[in-house]
């Protein structure tokens, strides 16, 4: 029932901006956000040649068309939130990349696909959201084939002194207040720095990517490590006779 709930906030929530979220999202970050995505995509192109990917938390599918630099690939995105996936689809049809990219209503706990179904399984900025964050990363790894790649980019905390200080008072006072002037809504980017400071980033997240059966699993800190991106492996498994 938390789970439930959870998800039914979240989902709401996001609905509610949807049509800021882009605006804000580069605004906030002044631009970084893009090459973030790219450094990202970057990572699963040294690891796997893929073909078919999956983008867990999608929202307005700014990583799935990132992701479309990897080359003849199909990308299947997938959220809670209607409203985003409705600003995603315009965005995904004035590119004109229907036949490229798919959209469709999920949650990351119920991935509506078979095993084994994804090349590369990835997130941007989505798994903090997961209503359940093991559920989310085991069905992540259930749906991508043997020797198929994870890939989640998400917020972290910069360690050293002054970013941290700076980092630390841009995100708990300035951005809640620009997000609000923004967008109108007065708890989303309150949401944002105490869902950051709740992620369990670092060694504790490439724990949870163990737990859910990844191996092979690796982190790369950014801009100071204001974000953070981990790689894991679904591992093939031989049994001798």
Known sequence: MQTARKREEISEMFDRIAWRYDFLNHF??????????????????????PERILDV????????IAALRLGEVKVTGVDISQKMLLEGRKKIER???TDRI??????????????????VAMSAF????????????SEMYRVLSD???IMVLEFSKPARFPLRQIYGFYFKRLLPLLGRLFSRDSSAYTYLPDSVGSF???????????AAGFGSTEMKRLSGGIATIYT??????????
């Open 95 to 97: 590119k004109g990349l």
């Open 102 to 119: 798919e959209l469709v209503a999920a949650a990351s706990e119920e991935l509506p696909f078979p095993d084994a179904t994804f090349d």
């Open 147 to 149: 020797g198929g790649v």
């Open 232 to 241: 894991g492996i679904k591992a093939t498994i031989t049994i001798n006779s």
């Open 200 to 210: 369990p980033e670092g060694e504790a997240f490439l724990s949870l990517l163990g």
């Open 28 to 49: 906030l970050s002044l631009g970084t956000d893009i090459w973030w995505r790219r450094r990202a995509v970057a990572a699963i192109g040294r690891m796997k040649k």
């Open 126 to 137: 989505g798994v903090r959201n997961f209503a359940d964050t093991a559920t989310g990363l």
């Open 57 to 64: 938390a999608t929202g307005t599918a700014d990583l799935a």
